[in-house]
Nanobody, 124 residues
């Protein structure tokens, strides 16, 4: 099973940017759809963005459309989440997830591997 490690979280002011990275060790992500999810304080986990395994389509939550961009670099076994125009409501732990041969769905139940998360805090 692929093992995922997120990085790039931190503290940023409203309107700022961060780029999250998710890497694997030992296995390629080439055959996996990759997704980003988040869980804010006192909230349920929610879908943020996903990219299918063929790298031909992306999917975003309405709340992040136009601000966040998901991309993948299979040669580096890495998926990225570029987050611009951050808002305090984006504060959450962000998780990377992998779904083998997946379509890049918002359904978290499809994803078979998860990272341990990286914290993002956006101050007003």
């Amino acid at each position: 099973q692929v093992q995922l490690v997120e990085s790039g979280g931190g503290l940023v002011q409203s309107g700022g940017s961060l780029r999250l990275s998710c890497t694997t060790s030992g296995r390629t992500i080439r055959n996996y759809a990759m997704g980003w999810f988040r869980q804010g304080p006192g909230k349920e986990r929610e879908f943020v963005a996903a990219i299918n395994w063929t790298n031909s389509s992306t999917n975003y939550a309405d709340s992040v459309k136009g601000r966040f961009t998901i991309s993948r670099e299979n040669a580096k076994n890495t998926v990225y989440l570029q987050m611009n125009s951050l808002k305090p409501e984006d504060t959450a732990v962000y998780y990377c997830a992998a779904d083998r041969w997946g379509p890049g769905t918002e359904n978290g139940g499809r994803y078979e591997a998860w990272g341990s998360g990286t914290q993002v805090i956006v101050t007003s």
